[in-house]
């Protein structure tokens, strides 16, 4: 290699070990300022308008976006219905998903200005930041790097292998993180989307029947009891943290304390004292969350990078739906 190119590779690898956006996945903030300067506010918009003044459901947003990025990387597989060449896609109604029409109104309001230009995985890390921006309380809008281009592939199979299910226990979480590239300490951060959205009782009733009282707090658990009947016909939702519901804080943490949680994987995080140490100091973060809302923030930041498609990858699919014909 000519010594005159050494400055140059060098500084290229000063850039790609600061940067928290490095040249690994290649999205930048402000992707699309040139191409659909108002894609962001236009999503920011749509999301708004479809909530409707009820916010609590733009929890369904992150948990979308966190399903999608686990799931062969950000590339919108969640969005993709069942068709007749792939019935059985990754978003199963046994994930209990919701949201998809907030993403849906929000990628028809973007390709009214920029038709074939911003990515549906784009959209759905708008979509959860914006979520996220709607339920802190006080507000906070973080960079969203972009880029990212839409996968033709959504697989069922996949997403039971690579999504972690609310039965697993701490070590068994702590396995698929980390095969994400996510530390323990990552895992309790992101967990406290557990603070807003909701649970179907499917997803905690085998905790019920009968219900161990020192893993749910004995008047917790008949409350659950009476949301969650043994014989229900109809599988029940449940608020996932009834002390301050559609607030993205940090009360999930002193409800896992309490052992206040719905799920047993919530539960599951108490059961290392490394984690506890964790879990107790974001539970007495201030009123601000000055400790767990900057981790909080850079773990979404990062799940957003997760394999991401970019450049002539993939597609930029039209509806996000269906892949392009
Ligand atoms: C640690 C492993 C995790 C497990 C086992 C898990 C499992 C679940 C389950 C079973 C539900 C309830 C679904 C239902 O029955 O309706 C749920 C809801 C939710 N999860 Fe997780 N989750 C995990 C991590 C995460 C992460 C990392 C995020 C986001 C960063 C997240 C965000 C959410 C949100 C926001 C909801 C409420 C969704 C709504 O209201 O529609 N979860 N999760």
């Known amino acids: 290699m000519s010594r005159d190119f050494l400055p140059i590779v060098y500084s ?3 850039f790609a070990i600061l940067s928290p956006f490095s040249a690994e996945s290649a999205l930048t903030v402000g992707f699309y300022s040139t191409t659909c300067p108002s894609a962001e506010t236009t999503v920011r918009s749509a999301i708004t308008t479809a909530l409707n003044g009820e916010n609590g ?16 990387g950000c590339d919108a597989s969640v969005l993709l219905n069942a068709s007749p060449t792939n019935p059985s896609p990754e978003n199963n109604p046994v994930f209990n998903m919701r949201g998809l029409d907030l993403v849906d109104a929000a990628k028809t309001a973007v ?9 549906c995985a784009d959209i759905l890390a708008f979509a959860a930041r914006d979520a996220f921006n709607l339920l802190v309380p006080g507000g906070s809008l973080y960079d969203v790097p972009a880029g990212r281009r839409d996968g033709n592939v959504s697989s069922f199979l996949e997403a039971v292998a690579n999504l972690p299910a609310p039965t697993l226990n701490l070590t068994q979480l702590e396995t698929t993180f980390a095969a994400k590239g996510f530390s323990l300490k990552e895992l309790i951060t992101l967990s406290g989307a557990h603070s807003i959205g909701q649970a179907h009782c499917s997803s905690f009733q085998s905790r019920l029947y009968p219900y161990d009282s020192t893993q749910i ?4 658990a008949q409350m659950l009891q009476g949301k969650c009947p043994q014989n229900a016909t109809v599988n029940g939702v449940v608020t996932q943290d009834f002390v301050t519901s559609d607030s993205l804080d940090v009360q999930y943490y002193s409800n896992i304390l309490n052992n206040k949680v719905l799920l047993f994987s919530d539960w599951a995080l108490r059961t290392d004292p490394i984690a506890v140490t964790t879990i107790v100091s974001y539970s007495t973060d201030n009123l601000l969350n000055i400790l767990w809302r900057p981790d909080f923030i850079k773990a979404m930041q990062k799940l957003g990078q997760l394999d991401v498609l970019t450049g002539t990858q993939g597609q930029i699919r039209s509806t996000c739906g269906a892949v392009n014909p």
């Open 111 to 119: 390709e009214a200005i920029c038709p074939g230009v911003v990515s």
């Open 217 to 220: 707090d004995p008047t917790f």
């Open 12 to 14: 290229c690898l000063v």
């Open 57 to 72: 459901p733009a929890a369904s947003l992150i948990r979308l976006h966190f399903h999608d990025c686990f799931v062969r």
